[in-house]
């Protein structure tokens, strides 16, 4: 991919792009937020609406960002708005479809990678844009870094002589692995990862070499997902071209992170590290070898400290808006998106980038045929959703794919009971509950009637669900708050016997010495700490409300630390992880912590349906008090074979410290700019 237009430029001439275009995104998933960044850095650009099949994620996006319009449909969306363009960021299975129909309309489309999963599907998108006369694009954004931009310079100017060797390592730590969603398309299928992530190392091949003459590809360090999917940690990949040999490894699983490019020439080698953003060029110098190599290492020191001063700099300019370069990768897109709209004119005949991308993808699915592994399709209705039993079951899981949840729904199944699950996406109930005979029902908490639905027969609700994306104080409020009063109002419409929630011992205010148990009160200054808990205890007391007043049948559950397989060991309520080897304490680390199983919370709440006269009741959920922080972490590192830099903090310090942060926030008028308090700190130290 050559010839990307100067990012810098297009800012500074308007009129390259012409007049304000208006931009549509189908997909409000986390890299929609990176795009409607991007989009601000860039004139004469427009986002109108925002479309997701996901009501609230559409909703969260457009009030981020000064959207009005939101769709749940992209056929409405088309529809509905006059637009010039649409970026597709849905999840690459469903690339295709949301293109063709938004190319039919007559609209130019930008694609996030990959372009589809099948050759035959990006040709087809092509010929459609030629067809129409739209410009169709897809965001290669790693191909935009300016070091990356700097090393095709100097290859092009011949500066590393002729190549002999390029290796591209990927080697990134992907958390879905230890706790999920397991229902994202990344983990429905062996080699989809390549497709999701591989796919930027495969674009710096093509782009590097072309299309290579032969691929040799090998997965291993094999693990079983709950969804019966096999993956594999670990990919060796060795292509040629020519003379010229290039390896790919990619590594998924927990470790030092690392995303580079290393090229060995004749005349030099050269090294992009994308995660600190430098660039290292090393060759001989006009002296005798000694000095030479001298030489070499105080040039190349200087090099990166330079380099790190103008990083630093960047980042903090950012900060009070005065630079749009403190992120890399946010640049990265930024400049993805001008080189798409530089492309774009009011009358113009259709045009594609998609050789390129088309290349990608073909090389992407053959790395997984050389290794032998399959890359999966569409999603397919998982055999549990179709299948419904006979007689209603007695209880409703709602949030059962979550942690606690998942570990609620083996503990009934261990005791005879097959419980009924409600899930938005059924494609992610785990394997082993779909062939257990869990009932697995398609349907939102927030809609009236997919609860009446859900409701049918049972006599026992357990809300074990949260807020997992909610940001904002709003967010909160609709996602938690909202959810859990529609579930209430749904329970006493149904007549269900119990409704069991599950809070959260943080809101309690522990910075006292004071022993808490389910006689303490909830913070009194609640609205001083942060919004989960205030989220929560704003859920108990409307859920207790209800109960005084209209007889709600309500018991209250507040788990406390919960650790146990299915979730990282890298708690945030032992301390406060910078990085998985650096944590800092809050506080000494002294006191023993209201540690407890994930497996014990499960058996706890689920021996409550057997039990009466509980209604209005809460408990607290935590073991015996046998581990302090600096214990756990001792434990733990004794257990990974790794030593952590363990940081006591006290609370005055974080305070602190959260405080300039919000005076920076302050400043520059971000949208989040809560103010810091003391007691929340202090309460988690």
């Given at each position: 991919m050559t010839g990307i237009p100067d990012h810098d430029l297009l800012l500074s001439d308007p009129s390259m792009i012409g007049r304000p275009l208006h931009i549509g995104f189908v997909g409000a998933g986390y890299i929609a937020d990176w795009h409607a960044r991007a989009l601000r850095t860039l004139p004469s650009l427009d986002l109108l609406a925002v479309c997701d099949r996901d009501a609230s994620r559409a909703q969260g996006l457009s009030s981020r960002f000064a959207v009005d319009a939101t769709y749940t449909d992209l056929s409405s969306m088309l529809a509905g708005q006059r637009l010039d363009a649409v970026h597709v960021l849905l999840p690459p299975d469903q690339h295709f479809a949301a293109a063709l129909e938004s190319l039919d309309a007559g609209v130019h489309v930008l694609l996030e990678k990959p372009m589809c999963l099948l050759e035959e599907e990006c040709s087809v998108l092509e010929e459609r844009a030629r067809r129409n006369g739209c410009v169709l694009g897809v965001s290669h954004n790693f191909l935009h870094y300016p070091i990356y931009r700097q090393l095709k310079k100097d290859v092009a100017a011949g500066r590393l002589g002729r190549l002999d060797r390029i290796t591209i390592t990927w080697n990134k730590d992907l958390p879905q692995l230890r706790g999920g969603p397991f229902g994202s398309w990344m983990l429905q299928g062996s080699g989809n990862i390549i497709l999701e992530s591989g796919v930027h190392s495969v674009a710096h091949l093509v782009d590097l070499v072309?299309?290579?003459?032969?691929?040799?590809?090998?997965?291993?360090?094999?693990?079983?997902?709950?969804?019966?999917?096999?993956?594999?940690?670990?990919?060796?990949?060795?292509?040629?071209?020519?003379?010229?040999?290039?390896?790919?490894?990619?590594?998924?699983?927990?470790?030092?992170?690392?995303?580079?490019?290393?090229?060995?020439?004749?005349?030099?080698?050269?090294?992009?590290?994308?995660?600190?953003?430098?660039?290292?060029?090393?060759?001989?110098?006009?002296?005798?070898?000694?000095?030479?190599r001298y030489q070499r290492l105080v040039t190349e020191g200087r090099g990166l400290i330079r380099q790190a001063r103008r990083n630093l700099a960047r980042y903090c300019l950012s900060k009070f808006h005065l630079s749009d370069r403190g992120n890399p990768f946010a640049h990265s897109i930024s400049s993805s998106l001008a080189s798409f709209y530089s492309r774009l004119t009011i009358k113009g005949e259709g045009s594609s980038e998609g050789d390129f991308s088309r290349t990608v993808v073909r090389t992407c699915n053959a790395i997984c045929a050389a290794a032998g592994v399959?890359?999966?399709?569409?999603?397919?209705?998982?055999?549990?959703?179709?299948?419904?039993?006979?007689?209603?079951?007695?209880?409703?899981?709602?949030?059962?794919?979550?942690?606690?949840?998942?570990?609620?729904?083996?503990?009934?199944?261990?005791?005879?009971?097959?419980?009924?699950?409600?899930?938005?996406?059924?494609?992610?109930?785990?394997?082993?509950?779909?062939?257990?005979?869990?009932?697995?029902?398609?349907?939102?908490?927030?809609?009236?009637?997919d609860l009446e639905r859900a409701l049918e027969g049972v006599r026992f609700v357990y809300h074990v669900a949260r807020a997992a994306n909610a940001r904002t104080r709003s967010e909160y409020q609709q996602l938690d708050v909202e959810?859990?009063?529609?579930?209430?109002?749904?329970?006493?419409?149904?007549?269900?016997?119990?409704?069991?929630?599950?809070?959260?011992?943080?809101?309690?205010?522990?910075?006292?010495?004071?022993?808490?148990?389910?006689?303490?009160?909830?913070?009194?200054?609640?609205?001083?700490?942060?919004?989960?808990?205030?989220?929560?205890?704003?859920?108990?007391?409307?859920?207790?409300?209800?109960?005084?007043?209209?007889?709600?049948?309500?018991?209250?559950?507040?788990?406390?630390?919960?650790?146990?397989?299915?979730?990282?060991?890298?708690?945030?309520?032992?301390?406060?992880?910078?990085?998985?080897?650096?944590?800092?304490?809050?506080?000494?680390?002294?006191?023993?912590?209201?540690?407890?199983?994930?497996?014990?919370?499960?058996?706890?709440?689920?021996?409550?349906?057997?039990?009466?006269?509980?209604?209005?009741?809460?408990?607290?959920?935590?073991?015996?008090?046998?581990?302090?922080?600096?214990?756990?972490?001792?434990?733990?590192?004794?257990?990974?074979?790794?030593?952590?830099?363990?940081?006591?903090?006290?609370?005055?310090?974080?305070?602190?410290?959260?405080?300039?942060?919000?005076?920076?926030?302050?400043?520059?008028?971000?949208?989040?700019?809560?103010?810091?308090?003391?007691?929340?700190?202090?309460?988690?130290?």
């Amino acid at each position: 991919m050559t010839g990307i237009p100067d990012h810098d430029l297009l800012l500074s001439d308007p009129s390259m792009i012409g007049r304000p275009l208006h931009i549509g995104f189908v997909g409000a998933g986390y890299i929609a937020d990176w795009h409607a960044r991007a989009l601000r850095t860039l004139p004469s650009l427009d986002l109108l609406a925002v479309c997701d099949r996901d009501a609230s994620r559409a909703q969260g996006l457009s009030s981020r960002f000064a959207v009005d319009a939101t769709y749940t449909d992209l056929s409405s969306m088309l529809a509905g708005q006059r637009l010039d363009a649409v970026h597709v960021l849905l999840p690459p299975d469903q690339h295709f479809a949301a293109a063709l129909e938004s190319l039919d309309a007559g609209v130019h489309v930008l694609l996030e990678k990959p372009m589809c999963l099948l050759e035959e599907e990006c040709s087809v998108l092509e010929e459609r844009a030629r067809r129409n006369g739209c410009v169709l694009g897809v965001s290669h954004n790693f191909l935009h870094y300016p070091i990356y931009r700097q090393l095709k310079k100097d290859v092009a100017a011949g500066r590393l002589g002729r190549l002999d060797r390029i290796t591209i390592t990927w080697n990134k730590d992907l958390p879905q692995l230890r706790g999920g969603p397991f229902g994202s398309w990344m983990l429905q299928g062996s080699g989809n990862i390549i497709l999701e992530s591989g796919v930027h190392s495969v674009a710096h091949l093509v782009d590097l070499v072309g299309v290579p003459d032969s691929i040799e590809a090998r997965a291993d360090s094999p693990t079983e997902l709950p969804n019966g999917v096999r993956f594999f940690r670990r990919w060796f990949v060795r292509a040629s071209k020519g003379a010229l040999c290039v390896e790919l490894r990619f590594g998924f699983g927990p470790g030092f992170p690392e995303h580079s490019i290393e090229l060995r020439g004749s005349a030099g080698t050269a090294t992009v590290d994308f995660d600190n953003d430098v660039y290292t060029v090393r060759r001989h110098l006009r002296l005798e070898p000694d000095f030479d190599r001298y030489q070499r290492l105080v040039t190349e020191g200087r090099g990166l400290i330079r380099q790190a001063r103008r990083n630093l700099a960047r980042y903090c300019l950012s900060k009070f808006h005065l630079s749009d370069r403190g992120n890399p990768f946010a640049h990265s897109i930024s400049s993805s998106l001008a080189s798409f709209y530089s492309r774009l004119t009011i009358k113009g005949e259709g045009s594609s980038e998609g050789d390129f991308s088309r290349t990608v993808v073909r090389t992407c699915n053959a790395i997984c045929a050389a290794a032998g592994v399959e890359v999966s399709g569409r999603k397919q209705s998982p055999a549990g959703s179709q299948h419904r039993p006979a007689v209603s079951p007695a209880v409703l899981v709602l949030g059962g794919t979550g942690f606690i949840g998942a570990s609620l729904v083996r503990q009934l199944l261990r005791e005879g009971e097959a419980p009924r699950v409600l899930l938005r996406d059924v494609s992610k109930a785990p394997l082993a509950i779909r062939e257990a005979g869990v009932d697995v029902l398609s349907g939102d908490c927030r809609n009236a009637a997919d609860l009446e639905r859900a409701l049918e027969g049972v006599r026992f609700v357990y809300h074990v669900a949260r807020a997992a994306n909610a940001r904002t104080r709003s967010e909160y409020q609709q996602l938690d708050v909202e959810v859990t009063r529609n579930v209430a109002q749904a329970c006493l419409r149904a007549g269900v016997e119990m409704l069991y929630y599950t809070s959260t011992i943080d809101c309690y205010y522990s910075g006292s010495r004071t022993v808490i148990d389910e006689s303490t009160p909830i913070d009194p200054h609640i609205h001083r700490r942060n919004l989960y808990a205030q989220a929560k205890a704003a859920s108990e007391q409307m859920l207790l409300e209800m109960h005084r007043r209209e007889g709600l049948p309500v018991v209250i559950f507040r788990p406390g630390i919960v650790i146990g397989r299915g979730t990282s060991p890298f708690h945030w309520g032992t301390a406060f992880w910078a990085w998985e080897s650096i944590c800092r304490l809050w506080g000494e680390g002294r006191r023993k912590l209201p540690i407890v199983l994930v497996d014990d919370v499960a058996r706890a709440l689920a021996s409550a349906r057997k039990v009466s006269g509980l209604a209005g009741e809460s408990f607290n959920l935590v073991g015996d008090a046998c581990l302090t922080a600096c214990e756990y972490l001792e434990e733990l590192q004794k257990a990974l074979g790794t030593e952590f830099d363990v940081l006591p903090t006290p609370a005055w310090k974080l305070f602190l410290f959260d405080s300039f942060k919000w005076l920076v926030k302050l400043m520059v008028r971000h949208p989040e700019r809560r103010l810091p308090s003391y007691r929340d700190w202090k309460t988690r130290s």
